[in-house]
């Protein structure tokens, strides 16, 4: 996975590189896949990216890491989790702008209670913040016309991480 990412990366970085030396945008360019003028490069390397899916699938891995490290009473491991999980969100944001607005409360307001109430280290208040974590998660998804995805608190232990 890190290798297609990366190999994406150098993609984009070539096709910027190539368009700021260009000023001839009917050019065509001989790649393997990504397409021969930049119109076509610049929406095949967009569409390999995703939409608000792709940070979704992040954000559903680390919410489940989250919980089980505030189960676990590891602290740091939660921080991390829950800053990796909030930067998946605002990245899904630059792909997909009009969902900010659907999560603004969430991500202003729910998240840094969350992560005060990690950086209190109380195993029981934890346990409540992240009740209204999660009922916040849904509360978006029927924003965004989604109610059928119910995110729920975590019953099966799916890291391997343990503390």
């Known amino acids: 996975m890190k290798k297609f990412a990366f190999v994406l990366f150098a993609g984009m970085m070539a096709v910027i590189v190539i368009s700021s030396c260009q000023q001839d945008t009917e050019k065509t360019y001989d790649t393997r896949w990504a397409g021969e003028t930049m119109e076509e490069i610049l929406n095949n390397i967009e569409d390999q990216f995703g939409g608000f899916s792709q940070a979704m699938k992040e954000v559903s891995y680390r919410y489940n890491d989250l919980y089980w490290a505030g189960m676990d009473e590891n602290w740091g491991y939660a921080e991390y989790q829950l800053d990796k999980?909030?930067?998946?969100?605002?990245?899904?944001?630059?792909?997909?702008?009009?969902?900010?607005?659907?999560?603004?409360?969430?991500?202003?307001?729910?998240?840094?209670?969350?992560?005060?109430?990690?950086?209190?280290?109380?195993?029981?208040?934890?346990v409540e913040s992240f009740d209204r974590y999660a009922a916040s998660c849904n509360t978006c998804h029927e924003m965004e016309d989604v109610a059928f995805i119910q995110v729920i608190i975590p019953e099966e232990r799916t890291t391997v991480v343990r503390f």
């Open 85 to 126: 999980l909030t930067d998946a969100i605002l990245k899904g944001f630059v792909r997909r702008p009009d969902r900010e607005a659907s999560a603004a409360q969430f991500v202003n307001t729910n998240i840094p209670r969350l992560m005060e109430t990690i950086e209190n280290g109380d195993k029981d208040a934890f």
